[in-house]
């Protein structure tokens, strides 16, 4: 297993960068930098592995964010493709638009859940329909999607934030309690209906968003003057990466903190547990899974 990483978050977010990389390579686990991005949000941009192969989507950011998503003949990806050995026939393109980061598949590969914002997405770009792009990608990714709704108020809809798998019955879900909008409380009954539905459990995770500061977009603007959005995901623990038996989680040096760590051992008893402080990196509107990619 290799994990890939953006060559500017180490410019961007040190702290996290080098120690995402010790702990990773200290379980054995290779790292790789791309390079010829201008984006720390690996996830969303890298490929879809399924199976023996690859899927390129088409990622949702602009290319006045990110213009190298531009110039194919020059790009970062041909260096990625030659890295991991991708070649033509290994690579599906699809003009699909949708982020990594809205790909959460299940163990065994045979279900992901999506939130419906990629619906959104490509209805808006063409006449495409909610019948045309269901079958599209479930033969895409060779898996049964299963569409849950966007969070209250967020328009990336990346179901990464939302939702992970602890096996192919049993799904992690934000714990919105602390949460005083009563919209949200509402959506957490939601997601847990639809996986009900469909024979998952849904198991409540720590969630700390309750307790984000207040600012106004202007100054976020000025204290990240390189983020994509002003969409701050502070406190959302659930977005972490498990490699093998690794579990890299944020930390935000709040109470919480501990919470989310014994939920993970509950759930994997023998995992080796990390955790990196993201508070900062986070407000960016992601967390560790958002700027990794295993393959």
Known sequence: ????????????????????????????????????????????????????????????????KWPFLEVPEKSWFNALCATIGMHDGKVIPSDIILDGGNVVRSPDGKRVIMCVQTLRDNKAKSERTHRQVTPQLESLLEAEIIWIPNEPFDDLGHSDGEVAWIDDRTVFVNDFRGMRDVAYHDYQQEVRRILRDRGIEAVPFPNAYDECREITEERFRKEHPQADEFNMAYGFFLNFLRVGDLVLYPEFGIDRDERCLDCLLDAWPDAKCVGIDCGYLMEEGGGIHCISAEF
């Open 1 to 64: 297993m290799t994990v890939y990483i953006s060559e500017c978050l180490e410019t961007r977010h040190p702290d996290v960068a080098l120690s995402m990389q010790l702990a990773l390579k200290e379980a054995g686990v290779s790292v790789i930098k791309i390079s010829g991005t201008g984006s720390i949000w690996a996830r969303d941009f890298m490929p879809v592995k399924v199976g023996d192969h690859f899927v390129k989507f088409r990622p949702k950011a602009d290319t006045v």
